[in-house]
Every structure is written in structure tokens, then in C-alpha cells.
């Protein structure tokens, strides 16, 4: 890996494929781990009142053995003790004091703490490509919200409603899966072998090394300080999990609903671009909505891998924690490629008012009427409203509630 590649504070986000994501994942946990290894270093020279710039930086440039590496995991269960050896070797080749590094730490602190990082930011493009998508549907549900349409249920055509109120119903789950990357905590971990942290007070000044340090590393990395080891209580990773569930899982609703509107016996929507058949040159597939149902048909699976893992014993468990490490960076690749792609497709959708009229039309429902049109004004107005709030939720100071604007408000 490069110099510029391990120098980065930014742990790359998941890559577009399966294979080449291995290798982005693999590549991005060894920038995370450098990172965090560099920051602990500055962490032990503030609290000593040193001078570790020169010791972080070479850390952070390290040219590092990437098959090693991997023959490390093989033989360690973990990349985290061949990393620091190739660092110490290569510190030392360099001439480079750097006596604190990993000190106090263990694998799970590094490992753990590199996940975070990850997480935060693979989450933070996630929800720059919700607002995204959720910016087109607000356009398309506010210039349709009086376009009639047949509202379904159960597979059957039900009342009369509007194509705004079903850009609406998208738009909600947009806001919500932006509210549950919003209700994110991404704490550092720092705990030493067992989570008491005595390696590092006995290194330091005191019973308050550990917490010191702790703070410092959070404050570095811009993770959240938890005050405390959560080494064996997986809640932290279970939230994130969750919440990348739910962007797959909301946009994977909507991907199901474009495939429906967009297919040649509804044809209420259409989809610019759209995939070849190779024996059928007259098909254009709705490939991005498909591989959203597909994300979302996965997440489940992966989320139920975490929420198992979670169920943690002893001070590190034999198996529950390797097993979450894969599970949590696939949800996070597939929440990615998920937001990506649907802000893609939502921009090439065209709306076919005419053929939502004509259904209705030919349908055995009742038309829509004064009454019907105040309703999905309402409709729309409330998934707006919700929608723009939850969109600069970042600028309110420690402001969550995102039931401030409901429907009886808008």
C-alpha cells in the first residue's frame, strides 16, 4: 500500500463489487488500523506532554506487506498483531523512536476502532446520496401530489389516490433511513486486553490513564468518547447495523415499487437507460431497482449475523467477533451501493400522468375527487415538511426527534 494510501484519515468506503469490495474492505481495514495506531501514538504524547508528530506520520506512511498481512490473519485470527510488527520493523529500519506504539492497546481496540471509523464514513456518503434521492422525490411528489392514480392493496387495485402520495411514501422512508444514520453513535474503543484498561495506567500517570487516553484517541479519530469499554456489549455495532438494514430495507421498498410502475402492464413510471438482455435486444432492465431488491433481500441475513454475534461471553468471545467483522462491512457495502444507485435511477424517472389517468379511469374504484385531493395534499405536505427537517437535522445542536413535523402539523 502506498504512502498516500495508509496517510489517509479517511477510511475508504465499500467498493461496488463483491471482489473488488474484498479488496477494498481488506485495504480500507489497513488504513483504519494505521490510522488509529498514529492517533493513539499522539494520544500517549499529549497526555506525556511529547512531541509524536514525527512517530504518527511515519506510522501513517508505512509501506505496508499486504500478503504478510493476510498470512498474519491466517495464522492470528486478526490482522492487528502482524501490523505491529511490520510497524515496529519498520519504525526501526527508519530510525524512528516511537515506544508507545500499541501501547496499552489490544487488537479488539484497534480492530473495533477502525470499524467505527469505517462506518462513519461509509454512512456519511450514504446519507449525502439519501438526501439525494430524497431532494427528487420532494420535486416529483410536490408536482404530482394532484396526479390521480390507482392506490393498491394486497395486490389489488384499491381507491383513488395520487402519484404525489406514492413519491411521498417514498420520500418517508428516505427520512427515516436518514434518521437512523442520524441517531448514530460511532464510539472509540479503548480497554486494553481484558477492558479494564490496567495496561495503560500502569504505563501512566495514574487510574485515569486509561480514560484520558481513551478521550484523546475519540477526540483524534472524531469518534465518539463512551466513556467506557464496550468490548464485550455489542450494542454499538448492532445500531450501526441496524441502521444500514434500515436504508437497505427502505430503499429496497421503492426499488421494488419502480420495477412494478415501470414494467410495461403498470407503465405509470418510466426509467431512462435500464440493462441489455442478451436474448432479448428488445429489453431494457430496471438494473438499478433490481440490485436495490436484491441488497435489501440480503441485509436481513447479515443483520441476524450481528445481532447473534452480539450475544457475547467472557471478555472476548471465540468466534462471535470474527464473525461480525465480514457481516457488519457487507451491510455497509450494500446500504452504499443501495443510496448510490437509487438517487441515480430516481433522477432518470419520468412520470406517464396520462397512463395513471386512464387506469383509474378503467378501473372499478371511485374517481378522485375534492376530497381525495385534500387528503394527498396532506400526504405529500407532511413527507415534505418531515423530510426537510431530517435533512438539516445536522445543523440542529443534539436535536433527533423527527416526529416534530407530523401529519396533523403539516
Known amino acids: 500500500m502506498s504512502a498516500g494510501e495508509a496517510g489517509s484519515r479517511q477510511v475508504g468506503a465499500p467498493g461496488p463489487g463483491a471482489g473488488g469490495a474484498a479488496s477494498d474492505e481488506f485495504g480500507g481495514l489497513m488504513r483504519g488500523t494505521l490510522v488509529v495506531e498514529a492517533e493513539l501514538l499522539r494520544a500517549w504524547a499529549s497526555l506525556e506532554s511529547r512531541d509524536a508528530s514525527a512517530a504518527a506520520g511515519a506510522v501513517e ?30 519504525l526501526a529500519s527508519a530510525g524512528v523512536e516511537a515506544r508507545r506504539l500499541h501501547a496499552g492497546a489490544t487488537s479488539q481496540d484497534i480492530v473495533d476502532s477502525a470499524s467505527m471509523l469505517h462506518a462513519r464514513d461509509a454512512l456519511t ?41 406514492q413519491f411521498a411514501g417514498w420520500l418517508d422512508g428516505v427520512t427515516s433511513a436518514i434518521a437512523a ?21 500502569r504505563l501512566g500517570s495514574g487510574a485515569q490513564t486509561t480514560s484520558i487516553l481513551r478521550a484523546h484517541l475519540a477526540a ?12 464485550a456489549e455489542r450494542t454499538p455495532v448492532l445500531a450501526v ?7 437497505c430495507t427502505a430503499l429496497g421498498r421503492i426499488g421494488r415499487d419502480l420495477v412494478t410502475a415501470s414494467g410495461e402492464r403498470v ?18 432492465n430496471p438494473v438499478a431497482p ?55 435511477s430516481l433522477d432518470r424517472v419520468t412520470v406517464e400522468r396520462e397512463t395513471a389517468r386512464h387506469h383509474l379511469a378503467d378501473s372499478a374504484v371511485a374517481g378522485a375527487d375534492q376530497v381525495t385531493l385534500q387528503a394527498a395534499n396532506r400526504v405529500v405536505n407532511a413527507a415534505i415538511s418531515r423530510f426537510l427537517y431530517r435533512e438539516s437535522a445536522n445543523d440542529h445542536d443534539g436535536d433527533t426527534d423527527d416526529d416534530t413535523n407530523s401529519e396533523e402539523t403539516a
Not at 443483520?303 to 468466534?319: C, F, I, K, N
Open 290 to 344: 433490481i440490485v436495490v431488491v436484491s441488497n435489501a433481500l440480503q441485509a436481513p441475513g447479515l443483520l441476524a449475523t450481528v445481532a447473534s454475534a452480539a450475544v457475547s461471553q467472557d471478555e472476548r468471545p471465540a468466534g462471535e467477533w470474527h464473525a461480525e467483522w465480514d457481516a457488519l462491512r457487507r451491510l455497509l457495502e450494500l446500504a452504499s451501493v443501495s443510496a448510490r444507485r437509487l438517487a441515480a
Open 125 to 165: 456518503a450514504v446519507r449525502a446520496d439519501l438526501v439525494a434521492a430524497g431532494t427528487r422525490l420532494q420535486g416529483l411528489a410536490d408536482a404530482e401530489r394532484r396526479s390521480p392514480r390507482v392506490a393498491y392493496t394486497l395486490g389489488r387495485q384499491a381507491a383513488a389516490s395520487t402519484i404525489g402520495v
Open 61 to 90: 506512511a508505512v509501506d505496508l506487506d499486504a500478503a504478510a498481512l493476510r498470512d498474519g490473519i491466517e495464522a492470528d485470527g486478526v490482522i492487528v498483531p502482524e501490523l505491529v510488527r511490520q510497524l515496529r520493523a519498520s
Open 241 to 247: 447495523a441496524s441502521a444500514a438494514t434500515a436504508v
Open 220 to 231: 483524534g479519530l472524531g469518534l465518539d468518547d463512551p466513556r467506557r469499554s464496550w468490548h
Open 267 to 284: 407503465g405509470e413510471l418510466s426509467l431512462g437507460g435500464g440493462g441489455t438482455s442478451s436474448a432479448m435486444p428488445h429489453k431494457q
Open 181 to 201: 444514520i442520524d441517531g448514530l453513535a460511532f464510539p472509540v474503543q479503548f480497554g486494553g486486553a481484558v477492558g479494564t484498561g490496567e495496561a495503560a495506567d
